[in-house]
Nanobody, 118 residues
Framework: VQLQASGGGLVQAGGSLRLSCAAS????????MAWYRQAPGKRRELVAV???????NYANPVKGRFTISRDNAKNTVYLQMNSLKPEDTAVYYC?????????????WGQGTEVTVSS
């Protein structure tokens, strides 16, 4: 199983970006899908999560600005980021709990860099 993230880049404050992360491989079911981020010198933190049923939850700093969604047919999770701020600058990682038929395992994407200039 692999997670391939894309969509990062450089954007000015107030701008928008959309991240995508597609899961591929031997997948029986995907439980929760999430986005984390890690800024330089800081710990990795949860940004947003969406369950298999579509329930979402967001970290306080991004509430009202970011939207997480998933396309179950494509095994893909998205993160729409609006009103970006310089403090959103980080490497963003997707995460998914994937059941390959025997057990559920946590997988991570390779990370995509988001830089927000002031």
């Amino acid at each position: 199983v692999q997670l391939q993230a894309s969509g990062g880049g450089l954007v000015q404050a107030g701008g928008s970006l959309r991240l995508s992360c597609a899961a591929s491989g031997s997948i029986f079911a995907i439980v929760a899908m999430a986005w984390y981020r890690q800024a330089p010198g800081k710990r990795r933190e949860l940004v947003a999560v969406v369950t298999s049923g579509g329930t979402t939850n967001y970290a306080n700093p991004v509430k009202g600005r970011f939207t997480i969604s998933r396309d179950n047919a494509k095994n893909t999770v998205y993160l729409q980021m609006n009103s970006l701020k310089p403090e959103d600058t980080a490497v963003y990682y997707c995460n998914a709990g994937i059941n390959s038929g025997f057990r559920t395992t946590d997988y991570w994407g390779q990370g995509t860099e988001v830089t927000v200039s002031s």
